[in-house]
């Protein structure tokens, strides 16, 4: 008679376990935070300051934090992006391009107006105003270039140097200098001849004597790319209705490149780009 009691105790509390484990097991787990990736365009602070209000306005209805993560390129932004360990990136239209190549589960969703209310930039070629440039002997020029998937990097400069210089760029000096702001100040300090940027960033420097002698067509705005296979359908919905419904007053609190609110990214957004889009073509490196 004991030994059976025994038994019936072990076997009762051995069901305690189990119910118990069941129901830890059908608990909540706390959700990660989401990871928000950009290239450091300004320092790392001043980016968080841009979209850390915008992401407090995300947040209530994703009921999840969000965690920044700052790459040094485009090259690694996309392989990270490509890996699961991004959530939402910050990019260009030419990276934009390249990633949605490489990974069919890059979702652009909304591009980000500028102060004008228009959708959309220019890229341009530099040269300090006082220079008189040797354009009969090209092959002396120095170019300064953004990194190479940047928009106004290569991509968008040598057709800007082609048509100003009448020559390649690649017969000339060139050298990626990576941000746009050391691009403007390298040409500045006469370190090199010509340079290629955003518009918006060259105009920032004419004081300067910086002067924009090239433009670029325009090219789509900046984009929130969100990553399909860690979103799920409700999350990326909720991001997407979110910001195309955000008030004036809201995203007014926004950084200075996010505040004036935003477009939907339609299938045709990118289509002109990608008639002449060729990243293979693009130079890893300078060439000297």
């Known amino acids: 008679m004991m030994y059976v009691e025994i038994l019936e105790k072990d076997e009762s509390m051995r069901w305690i376990y189990y119910i118990g484990l069941i129901s830890i097991c059908a608990l909540p787990l706390e959700a990660r935070s989401l990871i928000f990736a ?26 999840r934090s969000v965690e920044f993560r700052f790459e040094p390129s485009y090259q690694k932004l996309i392989a990270d992006f490509i890996d699961d360990k991004i959530d939402i990136a910050y990019m260009g239209p030419l990276p934009t391009l390249a990633l949605m190549k490489q990974d069919a589960s890059a979702l652009p969703v909304v591009t ?14 530099v040269k300090f105003t006082p220079d008189m440039l040797e354009l009969e002997h090209p092959q002396t020029l120095k170019v300064a270039l953004t990194e190479p998937l940047s928009t106004c990097g290569y991509f968008s400069t040598a057709p800007l140097v082609q048509t100003y210089a009448n020559a390649p760029l690649s017969t ?68 997407r209705t979110r910001l195309l419904n955000a008030p004036a007053k809201e995203y007014a609190s926004w950084g200075k ?25 693009i130079p890893q490196e300078g060439n000297f």
């Open 38 to 63: 950009s290239l450091p365009y300004k320092n790392n602070t001043g980016i968080v300051e841009d979209f850390a209000p915008m992401f407090r306005y995300l947040e209530r209805d994703l009921n």
């Open 112 to 125: 980000f107006n500028d102060a004008k209310g228009k959708n959309g930039y220019r890229c341009v070629l």
């Open 172 to 239: 000339m000096h060139y050298r990626y200098i990576h941000k746009h702001d050391e691009v403007a100040l390298a040409v500045l300090r006469g370190e090199f001849h010509l340079g290629g940027m955003k518009e918006s960033i060259a105009e920032s420097y004419r004081s300067l004597g910086l002067e924009i002698i090239a433009y670029s067509p325009i090219v789509p705005s900046f984009a929130l790319i969100l990553n399909t296979k860690t979103l799920s359908s409700e999350q990326i919905e909720a991001i």
């Open 257 to 281: 490149e996010i505040s004036w609110g935003v477009q939907a990214v339609h299938p045709d957004t990118y289509r002109h780009m990608q008639l002449f889009f060729d990243m293979e073509s």
